[in-house]
């Protein structure tokens, strides 16, 4: 299960993990699960390396990686680049950010990866709370060459946003667009 690093390690490897992925994609928002897998790829200098294990830390900002508030994997032996988040469930909308160190065949461990974050979509049916975006009784039939209809929301804001998300779903079957541009 999870065991330190050999005694006697001498030095650590001159490269790091890399291309950190959350259910195999760089960054992702809207992550629809509480526990996503998490992957890395070791750089092109390491092909020849053998895993032997890794170590995953997870916290709810960058700056406090060095001491993850939401989960530190302890050294699992795997000969696996992959596992899934084992940290307390994400809540919806939350960012999380992670990185990884790797432990080769010989004892030796790498430094610890570049950072990488995801942040979970909305995960329970009470989450989603703003309203329907519908057509009205009175809007007009799709155009012919359209099939679709257009439906839209005015809306305004006191003040800037610092930021903003987006939660939509249609399975895939629509284009957002914010003040006349695509949105994404």
Do not use: K
Not at 53 to 64: E, L, N
Not at 127 to 144: C, M
């Amino acid at each position: 299960m999870t065991n330190e690093p050999s005694v006697g390690v001498v030095g650590g490897l001159p490269w790091r993990p890399e291309r950190l992925r959350a259910e195999r994609r760089v960054n992702p928002l809207g992550v629809g699960t509480a526990h996503p897998w998490l992957d890395w790829r070791l750089p092109a200098e390491a092909e020849d390396a053998t895993p032997a294990g890794y170590r995953v830390r997870v916290a709810t900002s960058v700056t406090g990686l060095a001491e993850p508030d939401a989960w530190d994997s302890g050294w699992v032996a795997s000969t696996a680049w992959a596992c899934r988040y084992g940290g307390r469930p994400a809540a919806s909308r939350e960012r999380l950010c992670w990185q990884v160190q790797v432990r080769v065949a010989t004892g030796e461990v790498s430094g610890w990866s570049a950072s990488a974050c995801w942040e979970t979509g909305l995960l329970e049916r009470q989450d989603w709370r703003a309203s329907w975006i519908r057509p009205g009784a009175s809007a007009p039939r799709p155009r012919p060459d359209r099939r679709v209809y257009l439906a839209r929301r005015r809306f305004s804001l006191a003040r800037p946003p610092s930021r903003a998300r987006l939660y939509a779903t249609a399975l895939g079957c629509y284009e957002a667009h914010l003040n006349g541009q695509v949105v994404g």
